[in-house]
């Protein structure tokens, strides 16, 4: 099993450029989450799905979409990036939503 | 308001010695209760978690911790540090029922158990 694994690994995009970090699991998992950590800042989730074509928003949905077309995969788009967005994304998923979360190895981004 | 505080932001201890990592909680009734490690420039890995039953909760790499419901506490522990623990650690709290039932996390306490 690979667990949880997320593509790109680093990415650095300029301020208005858009781009898709794809997040995937192995382990047949209902519940997928996409978090942000800052420093100081714990992890703050963006967006989660509970199933396959659902999303919802977390605490800090703005700037960001998603999509779950297949169950394994959720999808996190950022469609005008801005330099707030700098940080490291996590991917986490769970089989049932109070359950343990496993989580990607993280997308460091930053935007200029 | 439901919320989680690590009132520590920063734990040092010496190798062999043993370690605690303090966690609070604000939310209602018994909730489900999580700690997570991360290591640098790694994602966050399980270490255990409370549900129901025993108070005390052994989990990975020789941690438990010990679920208080009269001081709403969940700290984590390990009887004897190594080197190798020092990492970035998440308590996580989540209501079982009403109508708020998120995760809520920590900020994290940084471990270093020096040599």
């Known amino acids: 099993n690979a667990g949880v694994t997320q593509t790109p690994k680093f990415r650095v995009l300029k301020t208005g450029q858009s781009m898709t970090l794809l997040c995937a699991q192995d382990?047949?998992?209902?519940?997928m989450y996409w978090y942000r950590q800052d420093p100081g800042m714990g992890l703050r989730l963006i967006h989660y799905?509970?199933?396959?074509?659902?999303?919802a928003k977390g605490e800090v949905p703005d700037g960001y979409n998603v999509s779950r077309l297949k169950k394994q995969n959720f999808l996190l788009g950022l469609e005008s990036a801005a330099p707030s967005q700098t940080s490291v994304y996590f991917c986490?998923?769970?089989?049932?939503?109070?359950?343990?979360?496993?989580f990607g190895p993280g997308t460091r981004l930053t935007v200029t | 308001a439901q919320s989680v505080a690590q009132p520590e932001d920063q734990v040092n201890v010496a190798e062999g010695n043993p370690l605690t990592v303090k966690c609070t909680y604000s939310?209602?009734?018994?909730?489900?209760l999580f700690w997570y490690v991360q290591y640098p420039n790694r994602g966050l890995q399980f270490l255990l978690k409370?549900?129901?039953?025993d108070n005390l909760v052994k989990g990975s790499y020789g941690f438990e911790a010990e679920f208080n419901k009269s001081q709403t506490s969940f700290h984590l522990k390990k009887p004897s540090a190594l080197v190798s623990d020092s990492a970035l650690y998440f308590c996580?709290?989540?209501?079982?029922?009403?109508?708020?039932?998120?995760?809520?996390w920590g900020l994290g306490t940084s471990l270093a158990v020096n040599p």
């Open positions: 986490a998923s769970s089989y049932e939503r109070a359950y343990e979360q496993y």
């Open positions: 996580a709290v989540r209501a079982r029922a009403g109508n708020n039932r998120k995760l809520i």
């Open positions: 409370y549900i129901t039953g």
């Open positions: 939310v209602s009734g018994n909730p489900y």
């Open positions: 382990m047949n998992h209902e519940y």
């Open positions: 799905s509970v199933g396959e074509g659902t999303t």
